[in-house]
C-alpha cells in the first residue's frame, strides 16, 4: 500500500493502476461503515484508492473542525488490510493552496435538510470531491448513504456537469443497538451513547406505519416526534419525509421517500436516515 501526499505524486502512481479504479473518499477516523466502502471497492475493482483529508471547507464557522477525530496510524492499519492499493493522504496546503478560489455549487437539492441547517456545507463538500474525482481519474466512488443528502448532490453533480463516473451507494452500517455508525459517535457521553438509538428506532416507526398503508406524511412525523420527545437527552433539530431524488418535502408520502433525521444529544448532532422504497 503507498501512502501519497502530493498531487503530482499520486497522478503520476494512477497511470500505473490496473482498470477499474474505485476511490472511497474519507476524512479518516475510519470505523465499520467506512471499511464497508472499501470492501465495496476492493469487490468491483481493480485498484482501491482511499483518501483521507478533513477538508475544511465544509465546516461551518461555528462547527468543529479542530476537534474532529483523526487517527492517521490506526486508519492506515485497517486500510492495509483491506487490501488498499493507494491512500492519498493530502495536507490542508495541498488542497487549498494560497489563493484557491473556484467552487462547485450544487443548487436546489442542497436548499433542504443538511444543507438548510448548514450553509455551505454542500458547497464544500461538492468542491472537494471535485477535486479528487479530477485528481484520482477514478471509474466508480463509493459513498455510505448514512449521509442521504451527499449521495444526492454527488450524483447531481456528476450528471449536471458531465462527470465521467458512476457513484455507488453503501447501505448504511449499524450498532447491533440501531445506532448508524459515525466519527461522530466518539463524542456521545455515556448516557448519550445509551439513548442515541432512538434515532433509528423512530425511523423504524416510520417504516412500520408505511408498510402498514399510512401515507400521511403529517400524521407520521407526528408519531416519529412523539418517540423521540421520550427520550430527554433528545433535541430535535429537523425530521423530514422527502422525495429521494428532489428532497422536496412530500405530505403524501410516495416512493422511493427519503426519512431523516438530525437530533443534537448534548453538543452533538447526529443524523440518520432510511427509503421507503
Ligand atoms: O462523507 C465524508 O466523509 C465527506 O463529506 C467527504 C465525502 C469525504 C468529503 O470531504
Not at 476492493?42 to 475544511?56: E, G, K, L, Q, W
Not at 486508519?75 to 493507494?86: G, H, S, V
Not at 438548510?116 to 477514478?138: C, D, E, M, Y
Not at 412525523?221 to 429537523?238: I, Q, S
Request: charged share 20%; proline share 6%.
Amino acid at each position: 500500500m503507498q501512502v501519497i501526499e502530493t498531487i503530482a505524486a499520486i497522478k503520476e502512481a494512477r497511470r500505473r493502476l490496473a482498470a477499474p479504479v474505485g476511490l472511497v473518499p474519507t476524512m479518516g477516523y475510519l470505523h465499520q461503515g467506512h471499511l464497508n466502502l472499501v470492501k465495496e471497492a476492493r469487490t468491483h475493482n481493480a485498484a482501491v484508492v482511499v483518501s483521507i483529508f478533513v477538508n475544511p471547507t465544509q465546516f461551518g464557522p461555528q462547527e468543529d473542525l479542530s476537534q474532529y477525530p483523526r487517527s492517521v496510524p490506526c486508519d492506515l492499519t485497517q486500510l492495509k488490510n483491506e487490501r488498499t492499493d493507494i491512500v492519498f493522504l493530502p495536507p490542508v496546503a495541498e488542497m487549498y493552496p494560497p489563493g484557491f478560489n473556484s467552487w462547485v455549487d450544487v443548487e436546489g437539492v442542497t436548499e433542504f435538510l443538511e444543507g438548510a441547517a448548514r450553509p455551505s456545507h454542500f458547497r464544500g463538500v461538492a468542491t472537494v470531491v471535485n477535486k479528487l474525482f479530477n485528481i484520482i481519474q477514478p471509474d466508480s466512488a463509493y459513498f455510505g448513504q448514512k449521509d442521504a443528502q451527499q449521495v444526492v448532490v454527488i450524483k447531481k453533480m456528476v450528471t449536471d456537469l458531465n462527470m465521467n463516473l458512476e457513484i455507488v451507494t453503501v447501505a448504511t452500517t449499524r450498532e447491533p443497538d440501531g445506532l448508524a455508525m459515525s466519527s461522530r459517535n466518539v463524542y456521545l457521553s455515556p448516557d448519550e451513547r445509551r439513548a442515541a438509538p432512538v434515532l433509528f428506532r423512530s425511523l423504524q416507526r416510520a417504516r412500520q406505519l408505511y408498510l402498514e398503508g399510512n401515507r400521511d406524511g403529517a400524521s407520521m412525523l407526528r408519531e416519529m416526534t412523539a418517540l423521540l420527545g421520550h427520550e430527554p437527552l433528545a433535541t430535535v433539530d429537523y425530521i423530514s419525509i422527502a422525495n429521494a431524488v428532489t428532497l422536496e418535502e412530500m405530505t403524501a408520502v410516495a416512493a422511493p421517500a427519503l426519512v431523516s433525521l438530525a437530533v443534537r444529544f448534548g453538543k452533538t448532532r447526529l443524523i440518520d436516515n432510511i427509503i421507503l422504497e
